[in-house]
């Protein structure tokens, strides 16, 4: 297996360092970090995206019918790499892109597909609710049809861009008398739509404010609330009452890229160069053997995630069955993250919990905010226990725990 790039992948990432260069300056960067959402950005970090946007670089791997490129999703993972390592999130997971394009009707994709990619519209998450994060099935959100439209009543935690996004990509329970994982639908409509409440919740990461390149870094999530809200039964993605399939199909899919490995790997590159250059207190960390050797064991795993990430995108790629592969990648790589932040904790001892603000903090801080932004990894977007729930059932052919209750009733 050749696990190199193409000369003309190659070409295509010199070609986009060559932009960043000369275009993602201090300034648009300080503008995304100002603004209190993954998706910042203002005046200049528009004007950015517009560039972006011309050169084709934005939806490579979407049919050109529907606003892409019709080119393949190593190139847009090449061009995502380069743009999220500089602090520009262009890629199109977490978007509700792929699930639209997987489940969608024609006329919803040709809606929502374009503007997804130009960045006119973006969705916000609705999944997770008060009584149920890694329980997702429980949830109590409903959606109830009245002819042509649904009354929609409920509350979701944790909306991330509630407040600044134009969509959003709901799941609400449709059939109250259908077996907990039935029953459930997804829908997509504006925020804008009468009864929506949206409400503010602060992080950890919010006082001090966490520095540049953190991980999970952003201060502020939401929580929103749905008082009688009516949507077009147009705005029903996939067939009603099939959304658990929907919804873990989206999640599976939007796992694939550029921006979720990076999320994983990001520590590691950071201790890395630090390590190479600094010191404190006459120490040098990257001279201590048992520190290099903590560093090369991460290292290597870090590799790992990378070749999880390629062999979900060759799947997706060539049209192959994605079944577990996403699953398995979301227990590996945030529990390697986890570690890796846990073992540069014990590097670099106590200078590692000094917040950003602290006159003796290491990278502004980096390190210790990524500590505390770490251990969510294991929980958003669907929890590892449950993903290795699905590795087995799905990868390894482990019969359900549900399954084997009812056999035993039944026997």
């Known amino acids: 297996m050749d696990f190199a790039y193409t000369p003309e992948q190659e070409a295509l990432r ?32 528009d004007a950015l995206f517009k560039k972006i946007h011309a050169r ?11 606003g892409g490129q019709g080119g393949d999703r190593i190139s847009q993972y090449i061009v995502e790499e380069e743009f999220v390592r500089v602090g520009v999130p262009v890629g199109l997971g977490g ?9 969608g009707t024609e006329e919803q994709k040709r809606h929502f597909i374009p503007k997804l990619i130009s960045r006119e519209f973006s969705l916000a998450l609705g999944f997770t609710e008060p009584s149920g994060g890694a329980d997702l099935a429980s949830l109590r959100c409903s959606a109830v049809r009245d ?21 959003i990509y709901l799941m609400a329970r449709t059939d109250r ?22 409400r503010p919740l602060w992080t950890i990461q919010n006082n001090p404010k966490a520095p540049p390149g953190t991980t999970y870094g952003h201060g502020r999530t939401n929580e929103t609330f749905f008082d009688d809200v009516r949507v077009h039964k ?35 590159e950071d201790i890395v160069n630090w390590v190479k250059t600094e010191s404190f207190d ?35 790629e060539h049209g192959g069955k994605f079944t577990y592969e996403g699953s398995a990648e979301k227990v590996w790589a945030p529990e390697h993250g986890v570690r890796t932040t846990e073992a540069i904790t014990q590097m670099l001892g106590p ?14 801080g980096l390190f210790a905010h990524n500590v505390m932004g770490s251990f969510q990894s294991g929980i958003n977007h669907g929890s590892v226990q449950v993903m290795r729930d699905q590795v087995a059932r799905r990868g390894l052919g482990l019969p359900s725990s549900r399954g084997s209750k009812k056999a035993t009733k039944a026997e």
């Not at 260069?21 to 100002?34: F, M, P, Q, S």
Request: net charge neutral.
């Open 351 to 364: 200078y590692a919990q000094l917040l950003n603000g602290s006159a003796h903090a290491i990278r502004n």
């Open 14 to 45: 010199r070609d986009v360092r060559r932009f960043i260069k000369d275009n993602v300056t201090a300034d648009v960067v300080d503008e995304i970090e100002r603004m209190d959402h993954p998706q910042g950005g203002g005046p200049l970090v």
């Open 234 to 268: 147009s705005c029903l993605l996939g067939e009603e009452n099939k959304g658990w399939r929907v919804g873990s199909m989206g999640l599976n899919l939007d796992r694939v890229g550029a921006s979720r490995y990076l999320i994983s790997v990001r520590r590691d």
């Open 147 to 167: 002819g042509d439209h649904y009354v929609i009543n409920g509350q979701k935690m944790y909306t991330s861009t509630a407040h600044a996004s134009t969509h």
């Open 56 to 66: 084709g670089w934005l939806g490579i791997a979407y049919p050109k019918e529907y």
């Open 282 to 316: 006459g120490f040098s960390p990257g001279n201590d053997p048992a520190i290099r050797d903590k560093i090369a064991e991460m290292w290597i795993e870090a590799n790992v995630c990378r070749l999880m990430t390629m062999r979900s995108m060759s799947i997706v």
């Open 177 to 198: 008398n259908a077996p907990k994982h039935e029953g459930i639908s997804i829908f997509i409509f504006p925020m804008d739509t009468p009864g929506i409440t949206v």
């Open 95 to 103: 978007s509700g892109a792929p699930a639209i394009m997987a489940a």
